[in-house]
């Protein structure tokens, strides 16, 4: 009979709707759980290159010859900066910056510093890399 067929035609649609609920509560429970795996993921990405950036960040304090010397030098900051050129071969280019602070007469140019640290202090190992140097006098407020 004509109700019975839509009767069972109705009841395989609920069936369906109920089966297409189920289906998408399913695929929402494995987002939430692919979601919080992910966030998790990136939360210990986020820890580990936080640790090798601060494991990259060195402060050293120069050596000296004498007394009056160790009181004149400062310490020195060196900071790895990441590249953000791409890597070539396998390998990618860092930035390092040094700041240095010396006490020197009034008659030294900065130039002239700039120009003595190069030749005379930064061992040749590190001179092949140098980029740029350069000194200017430090502003004390005051």
Do not use: W, Y
């Not at 395989?12 to 609920?21: D, F, P, Q, R």
């Not at 004149?72 to 900066?81: F, M, P």
């Not at 009034?106 to 030749?119: E, I, L, Q, R, Y």
């Amino acid at each position: 009979s004509a109700f019975i067929a839509r009767a069972e035609e109705l009841l395989l649609i609920e069936v369906a709707k109920k089966e297409a609920v189920a289906e998408k509560i399913e695929a929402d429970k494995q987002k939430a759980v692919a979601d919080a795996l992910a966030s998790q993921q990136a939360e210990t990405d986020k820890k580990a290159e936080e640790k090798v950036i601060a494991e990259q960040t060195t402060e050293v304090t120069p050596l000296v010859e004498n007394r009056a010397e160790a009181e004149t030098q400062q310490r020195a900051t060196v900071t790895l900066i990441k590249s953000v050129q791409q890597p070539v071969n396998g390998k990618h280019a860092v930035q390092i910056t040094f700041t240095l602070e010396k006490m020197i007469h009034d008659g030294v140019s900065d130039n002239a510093v700039a120009t003595h640290f190069m030749d005379n202090v930064l061992p040749k190992e590190l001179s092949g890399l140098l980029v740029s140097c350069s000194a200017e006098t430090v502003k004390k407020a005051g």
